[in-house]
């Protein structure tokens, strides 16, 4: 499979219509029907249905054409990065953040960098934490608001704790302990947890595991989300409770209700990079994250 078939793919879907696809693309139509049914023989999915003279997109194509825009996107703006790079334009901060983690330092952080770099490109990128390990892996970003603080053994990683999120218990709207005021963790002892997964958030199973430690009983996870929404999902389906952090209140949480902990719970937000980016903007950044976190 190369970059073109997900382009061919791409205008397809887009246009609904080989002909059109095929007008926008300067391509044949035969030859892009072709291009596109091996795409599908390759993968052995069916991307498109054809049914009737008319296409459609099938429910594995309209997920593999979220995945090839965004692949495209990623290769397009690799490709102008080292374009910029090679004529001397101006330098670029890559930074990742989860979305739903409404850290109030990030838009702090920004302006500061503005006023002291204007002449950086920044760049952001919506990512759950582990999109951002693999993406500070591949150089994809320079800095990322991972959150837990990552297991760096095996990773030439840096990171450094600039936040304590504050954590609530999620609970069904008709629990019993929604009814309090505030819960205390060992009151959950007998509970269900709804856990993150670690393959969207590493580190999570293993700090859910060790609070429930702390305070004297063993966690047992029934279920586990690939990122909040779908956690609070569960919750208000009664599949257990859940410990998030209380920027998660700003989410839609028809059936559930969060309840603070007594006593309060944090655990720390972190920033991660590489040990070997020498880049000088990104240096900048990092003193800057590390001089307002102090002050906020």
Not at 61 to 67: E, K, N, Y
Not at 129 to 145: H, Y
Not at 224 to 244: C, N, R, Y
Not at 252 to 267: D, K, N, T, W, Y
Request: aromatic share 6%; glycine share 6%.
């Amino acid at each position: 499979m190369e970059l073109r078939h997900l382009r061919y793919f791409v205008a397809v879907a887009e246009e609904l219509s080989f002909t059109k696809a095929a007008k926008k693309l300067r391509l044949a139509q035969p030859s892009l029907t072709r291009q596109v049914r091996n795409l599908e023989e390759e993968i052995n999915v069916c991307l498109l249905s054809r049914a009737n003279n008319r296409v459609a997109l099938t429910e594995e194509g309209h997920r593999f054409l979220f995945d090839s825009k965004k692949l495209l996107a990623m290769c397009e703006e690799s490709i102008a990065s080292v374009q910029q790079m090679h004529r001397g334009e101006i330098s670029r901060l890559n930074i990742g953040y989860v979305s739903n983690i409404h850290y109030s330092l990030l838009p702090a952080t920004l302006a500061a960098f503005r006023k002291l770099c204007p002449r950086v490109t920044l760049n952001l990128f919506d990512m759950n934490s582990a999109e951002q390990f693999q993406a500070l892996e591949g150089r994809k970003i320079d800095i990322g608001f991972v959150g837990l603080r990552p297991a760096l053994s095996g990773h030439d990683l840096l990171s450094e704790c600039v936040a304590h999120d504050i954590i609530l218990v999620a609970l069904p709207a008709n629990h019993l302990l929604a009814k309090k005021t505030s819960v205390k963790l060992a009151d959950l002892a007998a509970q269900f947890f709804i856990g993150m997964s670690a393959e969207t958030h590493p580190g999570a199973r293993e700090w859910l595991l060790e609070t429930c430690a702390g305070a004297g009983f063993t966690g047992r996870i029934l279920q586990e989300a690939d990122g909040e929404p779908t956690a609070i999902q569960f919750v208000a389906d009664g599949l257990g409770v859940a410990l998030m952090p209380e920027q998660i209140v700003g989410l839609p949480h028809e059936g559930v209700v969060f309840r603070p902990l007594s006593p309060a719970l944090q655990r720390d937000a972190t920033i991660a990079w590489r040990a070997d980016n020498a880049s000088v903007p990104l240096s900048d950044y990092i003193q800057i994250v590390k001089d307002l976190s102090h002050s906020m």
